[in-house]
């Protein structure tokens, strides 16, 4: 193909890559969010007692803020792209922030995607019965599962994930242990869905500089 017709594919693509990107942005900042408030209260956010890793917010600052960011850029050059006289002119299809955007969108979602990976594995913050640990009486504030996996083998073999009947040991925040795999594993396939966005962002930006400019008719 022409470098004019490819030159407009590689436009056209950014314009849908950007605002899918940004949506997506959107939604694991607001997920994240969510997290902070497990319930819907706020006194836990306040009290401290919150996953490290909710607190952490990859969700906010990886796949939120660094990939809406490159979304909009990616957008916005699309724009410069595919002017309104069809790209007769001129125009260079490879910006010096080109490479590089892409990129940071996809480091980014990385970091959400492991972040997030590890949270959903340990499980939540929350204030539950030792005594059914076999690790002491009473209760206390900490992450029951994780306590539960560095015990014996057969405690470790036993997933939380696919035995819900555990998640009654989590006395407060009412709940949460379902919040917890509901909103990071969103995470989980929100940042999958962006790192492929973004990869393919990339491989759109090396053949815009592959085909250089479009040529006047």
């Known amino acids: 193909p022409s470098p004019c017709r490819?030159?407009?594919?590689?436009?056209?693509?950014?314009?849908?890559?950007?605002?899918?990107?940004?949506?997506?942005?959107?939604?694991?900042?607001?997920?994240?969010?969510?997290?902070?408030?497990?319930?819907?209260?706020?006194?836990?956010?306040?009290?401290g007692h919150i996953s490290k890793h909710a607190k952490a917010m990859p969700g906010i600052w990886?796949?939120?803020?660094t990939v809406s960011t490159v979304a909009c850029t990616a957008s916005f050059l699309a724009?410069?792209?595919?002017?309104?006289?069809?790209?007769?002119?001129?125009?260079?299809?490879?910006?010096?922030?080109?490479p590089s955007f892409p990129k940071l969108a996809?480091?980014?979602?990385?970091?959400?995607?492991?972040?997030?990976?590890v949270g959903l594995t340990n499980g939540p913050l929350c204030f539950y019965n030792t005594s059914q640990h076999g690790t002491g009486h009473g209760t206390l504030w900490g992450y029951p599962f994780l306590d539960a996996g560095s015990q014996e083998l057969e405690a470790r073999a036993e997933n939380y994930l696919h035995d819900r009947h555990t998640w009654s040991i989590c006395l407060e925040p009412a709940g949460v242990v379902a919040w917890n795999v509901v909103l990071f594993s969103l995470l989980l396939l929100?940042?999958?869905?962006?790192?492929?966005?973004?990869?393919?962002?990339?491989?759109?930006?090396?053949?815009?500089?592959?085909?250089?400019?479009?040529?006047?008719?």
């Open 79 to 98: 724009c410069l792209w595919s002017g309104d006289e069809g790209m007769e002119q001129a125009v260079p299809l490879c910006p010096p922030a080109a």
């Open 190 to 217: 929100i940042s999958a869905a962006e790192m492929v966005l973004a990869s393919l962002q990339i491989l759109n930006g090396c053949l815009g500089c592959l085909c250089g400019f479009c040529e006047r008719k």
């Open 106 to 117: 996809l480091l980014g979602a990385a970091a959400c995607f492991v972040l997030c990976g």
């Open 62 to 65: 990886g796949g939120g803020i």
């Open 6 to 47: 490819v030159a407009m594919c590689v436009g056209k693509c950014s314009r849908i890559v950007g605002p899918c990107l940004l949506v997506l942005g959107t939604l694991s900042a607001a997920a994240n969010i969510l997290l902070l408030f497990p319930g819907g209260a706020s006194k836990y956010l306040v009290e």
